[in-house]
């Protein structure tokens, strides 16, 4: 009986051990994990960037023209990860979010034309400060170029945001 109590104290320890170990390296993945999205996040914004001023062309994905969902499609792409092309389509992708929870990354989706029922605009969320949010994008009229959301006309036809890090 004292073999007994013994194998199942040092069992018993052992399993307490293990549980106690496992429930650290789980916290230390989830944290690094995290960090690494949000590089991730940064490094797609940063290439987006280097788009600025870019002629707006519709269906373009190079630097000689580029529409919305060509430059957020080609950003993501840079780094492994396939979007859909349209706008429409990326806005059906990802996890879907709450205006004041998107975090660099995110994506927020338009609808900007009157004749249109879809969504037909993406931008890629760049930088966020409290309630204000900045978002690359391709304008039909000025090319690629950075807006708030808190600018009257994209505060309007706002639809929805997706988070595709995850």
Not at 9 to 15: A, D, I, P
Not at 96 to 105: C, R, T, Y
Request: aromatic share 12%; hydrophobic share 35%; proline share 2%.
């Amino acid at each position: 009986m004292k073999c007994f109590r013994i194998k199942y104290s040092l069992l018993s320890f052992l399993l307490f051990a293990f549980m106690l170990s496992s429930c650290g390296s789980k916290k230390n993945l989830n944290a690094s994990g995290n960090n690494n999205l949000k590089l991730k996040a940064i490094e797609i914004v940063n290439y987006s960037k280097s788009f600025l001023g870019t002629p707006y062309k519709y269906g373009g994905t190079t630097s000689r023209g580029m529409d919305c969902s060509g430059l957020v499609q080609i950003s993501f792409l840079q780094f492994g990860l396939e979007l859909p092309r349209t706008s429409s389509d990326m806005s059906n992708f990802g996890k879907s979010l709450k205006l004041k929870n998107v975090e660099v990354g995110d994506l927020v989706f338009f609808r900007t034309s009157k004749n249109h029922r879809k969504i037909n605009h993406v931008g890629l969320v760049v930088k966020k400060y409290g309630d204000q949010i900045e978002f690359i994008h391709s304008s039909s009229t000025r090319g690629v170029m950075i807006s708030s959301i808190k600018n009257p006309y994209w505060e309007k036809n706002y639809v929805k945001s997706r988070r595709v890090l995850n």
